[in-house]
T-cell receptor
Framework: AQKVTQAQTEISVVEKEDVTLDCVYE???????LFWYKQPPSGELVFLIR??????QNEISGRYSWNFQKSTSSFNFTITASQVVDSAVYFC???????????FGPGTRLSVLP | ETGVTQTPRHLVMGMTNKKSLKCEQH?????MYWYKQSAKKPLELMFV???????ENNSVPSRFSPECPNSSHLFLHLHTLQPEDSALYLC???????????FGPGTRLTVL
């Protein structure tokens, strides 16, 4: 069975601080995909990134970066120089190969204070 | 319009009412999904459609009835709901099954 854990329920930071959101996954499949989504107060989940299990290169997109480590089954997300607009619930998700179901983590609520 | 739209955005209904939620995607995707998001619970996948055929039904009570008349539209028909069905219902689409999903803004449902 697949499982995604986001141990941090809520995080508060002050604007311009860096913050890392943790994601730990469990699967016995060797081929799988990991995702991060952002859910702002408006409710709509916004797709941020997809990585497959064979690509462990870290990715940077502007202030966002992702650290994928198969050795620890983690796919952590870092926001550099956080802004108030980053306040949202962030979900990590897992899909195994040949499966159409996404398994979502419980989410981490990030509050960035001015 | 672009992306995934959902109507209505908010719905309040009694336990004996019948209502429908509508989802429309303008992305040319082949797969569509219904999710339920309750407070303090992970997102729950309810139904999956691929090319208008249902491919997943995750033990959802029969008081929820999906319909996918074409690849751009998805409905969720509701009848005889319970107060515990109050939640945010999210629709999503993806190019094909398993691809990254694009979500609509959701319908906030309250069952009295």
């Amino acid at each position: 069975a697949q499982k995604v854990t986001q141990a941090q329920t809520e995080i508060s930071v002050v604007e311009k601080e860096d913050v890392t959101l943790d994601c730990v996954y469990e699967t016995r499949d060797t081929t799988y995909y990991l995702f991060w989504y952002k859910q702002p107060p408006s409710g709509e989940l916004v797709f941020l990134i997809r990585r497959n299990s064979f690509d462990e290169q870290n990715e940077i997109s502007g202030r966002y970066s992702w650290n994928f480590q198969k050795s620890t089954s983690s796919f952590n997300f870092t926001i550099t120089a956080s802004q108030v607009v980053d306040s949202a619930v962030y979900f990590c998700a897992l899909r195994v190969n040949y499966g159409q179901n996404f398994v979502f983590g419980p989410g981490t609520r990030l509050s960035v204070l001015p | 319009e672009t992306g995934v739209t959902q109507t209505p955005r908010h719905l309040v209904m009694g336990m004996t009412n019948k209502k429908s939620l509508k989802c429309e995607q303008h992305l040319g995707h082949n797969a569509m999904y219904w999710y339920k998001q309750s407070a303090k619970k992970p997102l729950e996948l309810m139904f999956v459609y691929s090319l208008e055929e249902r491919v997943e039904n995750n033990s959802v009570p029969s008081r929820f009835s999906p319909e996918c008349p074409n690849s751009s539209h998805l409905f969720l028909h509701l009848h005889t709901l319970q107060p515990e069905d109050s939640a945010l219902y999210l629709c999503a689409s993806s190019p094909s099954l398993g691809d990254e999903q694009f979500f609509g803004p959701g319908t906030r449902l309250t069952v009295l």
